[in-house]
């Protein structure tokens, strides 16, 4: 019996699944909204950037092709089926700054905390999703996402400050929500 | 762009980062490369050589019509002019536009064939 010789090759790969299979999940939940269509498309574009994966030389490079390929495949399953999202209007006058979200957020108990911050992300559509946890989470650079999303660099900038906006004006909402109902 | 942004986003997002359902994802997802690799490894020494038939065909027309063309001079008369007016009419055959689009578009299709293999691989 012959040993194997991709098993160190994949033995590599297992700890790139690892660092990568939470974040692309959800970004393709996001997407989908369907929690076994998401598993799928993760795997697939796992599978996928398998053969590739060699002729990578930075990590970096295998990320942005990796969360194209789970962008695009998501995008494309839902393009049949695709539920329109609630636009939340990002030129709200009363957002709150980043450190009063903040200090709000810490005073609160844990389950409000993360009841707040799900609803709050739950009302970006899926590209501001995707861009924001990529560029804050991920932290890739703006050219990075750009190649992943298919937008340019300075359109994606706008689209980040707006995606932001709409985030922190959703927190602010809910925040305020949150103390008129305590008062 | 700020940092206090930067740490407050980041937070926000790994606090509601969702689990995946299956405990096996990573395992099932090399298992699935491991059978993904073991086909490509199995397909790899077979070739569907047979889209180059009509190829071959050609090729062994164009052969035996060159060796007719040699041997001419050597012959008698009689099957000497049989055997001119054959290869006459093989290389009206072979060199007819017909036959030649049809050749380009065989090696055309055999070249995608392997192309589109190669990507799939």
Redesign the interface.
Same mark, same amino acid.
């Given at each position: 019996m012959t040993a194997?010789p991709?098993i160190p090759k994949?033995a590599d790969?297992?700890i790139l699944?690892?660092k990568h299979?939470?974040?692309a999940?959800?970004i393709a939940?996001k997407i989908t909204k369907n929690?076994q269509d998401a598993?799928e498309i993760?795997?697939d574009a796992?599978?996928k950037a398998?053969?590739a994966y060699s002729g990578f030389k930075k990590e970096s490079q295998f990320s942005t092709w990796f969360y194209r390929i789970v962008f695009n495949t998501a995008i494309s399953s839902i393009r049949q089926k695709r539920i329109k999202t609630v636009e939340i209007d990002s030129t709200l006058t009363e957002t709150l700054a980043?450190?009063q979200?903040?200090n709000t957020l810490t005073k609160l108990d844990n389950y409000d905390?993360?009841r707040l911050?799900?609803k709050?992300?739950e009302n970006l559509n899926e590209l501001d999703y995707t861009i924001?946890?990529l560029y804050?989470?991920q932290e890739l650079s703006l050219k990075e996402i750009s190649k992943i999303v298919d937008k340019k660099p300075n359109y994606l900038k706008v689209l980040l400050q707006r995606a932001?906006g709409k985030?922190y004006n959703s927190?602010s909402a809910s925040i305020k929500k949150e103390l008129n109902e305590l008062i | 762009m700020?940092t #206090?942004?930067?740490?407050? !986003?980041?937070e926000?997002?790994?606090?509601?980062?969702?689990?995946?359902?299956?405990p096996n994802?990573?395992l #099932?997802?090399?298992e699935? !490369?491991?059978e993904?690799?073991a086909s490509k490894a199995a397909n790899s020494g077979v070739k569907d050589l047979s889209i180059l038939y009509p190829m071959a065909v050609f090729a062994l027309l164009f052969i035996s019509m060159t060796l007719g063309k040699a041997l001419y001079p050597w012959l008698q008369p009689e099957p000497g002019n049989r055997l001119a007016s054959t290869m006459e009419i093989i290389s009206g055959f072979l060199f007819h536009p017909v036959t030649i689009s049809i050749l380009i578009s065989i090696s055309v299709l055999y070249l995608l064939d392997v192309y589109l293999k190669r990507q799939h691989?």
């Open positions: 194997n991709n994949q790969y297992a699944i690892e299979k939470v974040l999940f959800n939940l929690q598993e993760v795997q796992f599978v398998f053969g980043s450190n979200i903040a905390r993360k911050i799900s709050s992300l924001l946890s804050y989470y932001r985030l927190l | 700020k #206090n942004d930067k740490t407050l !986003i980041k926000l997002i790994a606090s509601d980062l969702k689990p995946i359902g299956n994802f990573t #099932n997802t090399i699935r !490369i491991s993904a690799e691989a």
